[in-house]
């Protein structure tokens, strides 16, 4: 699937030749090693920068610029984000109105969107954060930059990993009296990376300096800082959203009660802040967990793991010698295999092409073509 779209493109189709022998060899890595966050962490690093690399250029080049003008939104000519599908909903059921510029049946239109989110939601889940959302892994780049943590987080207040559900709440209503992607146009740190309204007055000014400062402390600085997902665990709607609908997904993270001590290297390491002292004392994790694996990899005593719903955890355990079958139905091994698949299926175009860029910016000197 990654290379055949590109049967016509020689040039894509090498990159993408490219992207998928290292796609491989992450999975052999993954598998080999057990170290499932390291290495998706890789992938999801890599199709973050990959999607900034591919996308502000093809804005320029479209466009001329990455801001909105007033005539590109009424020409519908703006791709439609993930992250406004719960801002969407309301006032189209009750309205029949879409309240975002973008057309029905575009390439990066409502429907192709919509219908890739659900398709994520279902393979992934809540694992959507932590696999397939590139802003998710611009996130997850940054605090990964710093060698050692700055800012402790003995004395940290988990109660704010609640604060995004609020949002939610209130930027749902608020976009239904608006009939406005009112996130969008004033909260989400990415539209720093990505596209916003073009400035031209005091306001659309001010909207620009907000994205900005919530882009460089959220995803950048708290996270070099804190060494975790900070927008992602302690800001972003659209994580609270996808922690409700993502229950539809069948995997789930469990701890195991008879090999847990309670040692809590988990709380202190989890990036989105979704295991705490009471969670971990009645052996759950919060429904916000991103099924990123980082616990998994630093538990001592192998107490955590994936699971399906209704399976017993014994289930899971690791297979004895010679049963290849039971290895492979396993649920960790459904769920990564699956999410690297999904993934990587998704993330091929602005990863190949961001390749094909650096290239051209090596011998041209610029990204735009």
């Known amino acids: 699937m ?4 590109n049967a016509n493109n020689p040039r894509m189709l090498a990159a993408s030749g490219v992207y998928l022998i290292f796609l491989t060899t992450l999975t052999y890595l993954l598998f080999r090693t057990g170290r499932i966050a390291r290495y998706r962490s890789i992938f999801f690093s890599t199709f973050a920068i990959g999607f900034v690399i591919t996308f502000i250029p093809m804005m320029l080049e479209t466009r001329g610029n990455i801001g909105l003008t007033a005539q590109d939104m009424a020409n519908l000519d703006v791709p439609l984000c993930h992250l406004t599908i719960p801002m969407l909903l309301i006032p189209g059921a009750v309205y029949g109105v879409l309240i975002f510029p973008t ?8 429907f192709p969107m919509l219908f890739l989110w659900l398709g994520a939601t279902i393979v992934l889940g809540k694992g959507w954060c932590s696999w397939g959302c590139f802003y998710g892994g611009l996130d997850e780049f940054f605090s990964k930059l710093s060698p050692k943590r700055k800012i402790s987080s003995k004395k940290f207040n988990y109660t704010l990993r609640f604060f995004p559900f609020a949002l939610l709440l209130v930027i749902v209503i608020w976009a239904f009296l608006a009939l406005s992607p009112v996130y969008c146009t004033w909260l989400c740190p990415f ?3 990505t596209e916003y309204v073009k400035p031209v007055d005091w306001l659309t000014w001010l909207q620009t300096g907000i994205f900005i ?3 460089l402390g959220l995803v950048v600085a708290l996270p070099l800082l804190m060494k975790r997902r900070v927008q992602c665990g ?3 709607p659209i994580g609270a959203f996808q922690s409700l609908v993502g229950l539809v997904n069948p995997y789930r993270v469990r701890i195991d009660r008879e090999k847990c001590n309670q040692c809590g290297a988990c709380i202190n390491q989890c990036p989105t802040f979704s295991i705490t002292k009471e969670t971990l004392a009645k052996y759950k994790v919060s429904i916000t967990c991103a099924r990123c694996g980082r616990c998994m990899e630093i538990c001592p005593r192998n107490a955590i793991q994936f699971s399906l719903v209704g399976v ?6 690791t297979s ?3 049963s290849l079958f039971k290895e492979v139905i396993r649920a960790d091994t459904l769920f990564v295999f699956g999410a690297l698949l999904f ?4 993330s091929n175009g602005v990863v190949a092409g961001s390749l094909l860029r650096i290239i051209h910016l090596i011998q041209t000197g610029s990204f735009v073509y």
């Open 103 to 110: 057309r029905l049946f575009s390439e990066l239109g409502f």
């Open 191 to 193: 539209k720093a990376v």
């Open 343 to 346: 993934g990587g299926i998704f």
């Open 320 to 322: 004895t010698s010679g």
């Open 2 to 5: 990654l290379l055949g779209g």
């Open 213 to 215: 400062t919530l882009f």
């Open 312 to 317: 017993p955890l014994k289930a899971h355990a």
């Open 234 to 236: 302690l800001f972003c």
